[in-house]
């Protein structure tokens, strides 16, 4: 069951609602700067991650959370308010470290070898949503309520803006606008062609395959229509 915080947050106005209002990215209450409060601040997040992967999402208890991290419910509460905010942060940590990988490599691969590096980055990010099942979940439990979803797009348009620079070379005379707007289509698929390709009864070989024939072909007519812009 879960406490009377988490039943309260889920019944104040949902900010993202608001049309007037920016969209508001769910946020930790405060991130931890000591290395002991950094430990219980990892501990919550990995038994996050443990009981999402067990349970899913509609039965995942910020207590539950707190009695597998071995901490008590209300440092738990210190730095989450809900259970939105701890998955909120999960999918921040996940792109984040695909954006990193990205950044590393930006740059260091000419332009010519743009296919041969895509494929093996759709292969990287295969392997990451096979081998941690706790990315999908992830990714589901995002899409639960409108301020998830809206957290999620600001991540998503994060991660997009280290794609956008790693196409510049791909598209050299395509508006800044423009190529934004294609790593922010190009991260959308690929997300949710990666949670496609994990569903029951599916082969996740196919799917990938599948996501690099889309992917090449948007691409290639990129290429061909920046090239011959005037």
Same mark, same amino acid.
């Given at each position: 069951m879960e406490s009377q915080t988490d039943t309260q947050s889920q019944r104040r106005p949902d900010p993202a609602l608001d049309l007037q209002a920016d969209p508001q990215e769910l946020l930790p209450r405060r991130r931890p700067t000591q290395e002991r409060s950094k430990k219980k601040f990892d501990a919550l997040l990995a038994a996050s991650r443990e009981?999402?992967?067990?349970?899913?999402?509609?039965?995942?208890?910020?207590?539950?959370?707190?009695?597998?991290?071995?901490?008590?419910?209300?440092?738990?509460?210190?730095?989450?308010?809900?259970?939105?905010?701890?998955?909120?942060?999960? /999918?921040?940590? +996940?792109?984040?470290?695909?954006?990193?990988?990205?950044? +590393?490599? /930006?740059?260091?691969?000419?332009?010519?070898?743009?296919?041969?590096?895509? /494929?093996?980055?759709? +292969?990287?990010?295969?392997e990451l949503w096979t081998s941690d099942p706790s990315r999908r979940e992830v990714w589901l439990a995002m899409q639960s309520t409108p301020s998830t979803r809206a957290t999620g797009a600001i991540h998503e348009k994060e991660f997009a803006e280290v794609v956008s620079k790693m196409l510049r070379p791909l598209t050299p005379r395509t508006p800044r606008d423009r190529r934004n707007m294609m790593a922010e289509v190009l991260v959308h698929v690929v997300y949710s062609m990666l949670n496609f390709s994990v569903q029951d009864n599916q082969s996740h070989a196919d799917a990938v395959a599948e996501l690099k024939r889309l992917m090449v072909a948007y691409l290639l007519v990129a290429e061909k229509e920046s090239r011959t812009r005037q």
């Open positions: 009981l999402l992967t067990d349970v899913g999402f509609e039965s995942f208890t910020c207590e539950e959370v707190a009695t597998r991290a071995e901490v008590p419910i209300g440092t738990l509460y210190q730095f989450f308010a809900n259970k939105y905010v701890i998955v909120c942060e999960l /999918n921040r940590q +996940d792109l984040v470290a695909v954006s990193q990988e990205l950044a +590393d490599f /930006n740059g260091e691969i000419p332009s010519l070898d743009w296919l041969r590096y895509m /494929n093996s980055f759709v +292969d990287h990010m295969a």
